[in-house]
């Protein structure tokens, strides 16, 4: 059974940067799931899709995040980063980090597991 667990410092002032790590167990990023995120909630607000990786490698970000985080990963280490940099108040989130595999389009069936979510705090 794949677990994971995230890590990072929890407070950071604006424009620092900061990395998160999601540390894989019970399988392995290139075979278990087909693409990996990260996804956070602010209080008081759904959550949302900050970054993902897939298998191949292809990388997606959320407009609010473009140009600023960073999604990558470390076979070898079996380990999937997020690198926030030019860090804003608003990104102050639980972030959490998922592992999804998508069974059948039509209907939608999919199987994900998520990490219990790491607190990131972004204030002066």
């Not at 380990?79 to 389009?105: F, G, P, R, W």
Request: hydrophobic share 35%; with cysteine.
């Amino acid at each position: 059974q794949v677990q994971l667990q995230e890590s990072g410092p929890g407070l950071v002032k604006p424009s620092q940067t900061l990395s998160l790590t999601c540390t894989v167990s019970g399988g392995s990023i290139t075979t278990s799931y087909s693409t990996w995120s990260w996804i956070r909630q602010a209080l008081g607000k759904e959550r949302e899709l900050v970054a993902s990786i897939t298998r191949s490698a292809r990388t997606n970000y959320a407009d609010s995040v473009k140009g600023r985080f960073t999604i990558s990963r470390d076979n070898a280490k079996n380990t999937v980063y997020l690198q926030l940099s030019s860090l804003k108040s608003e990104d102050t989130a639980v972030y959490y980090c998922n592992a999804k595999d998508v069974l059948v389009l039509m209907p939608y069936t999919y199987v994900e597991v998520w990490g219990q979510g790491t607190l990131v705090t972004v204030s002066s």
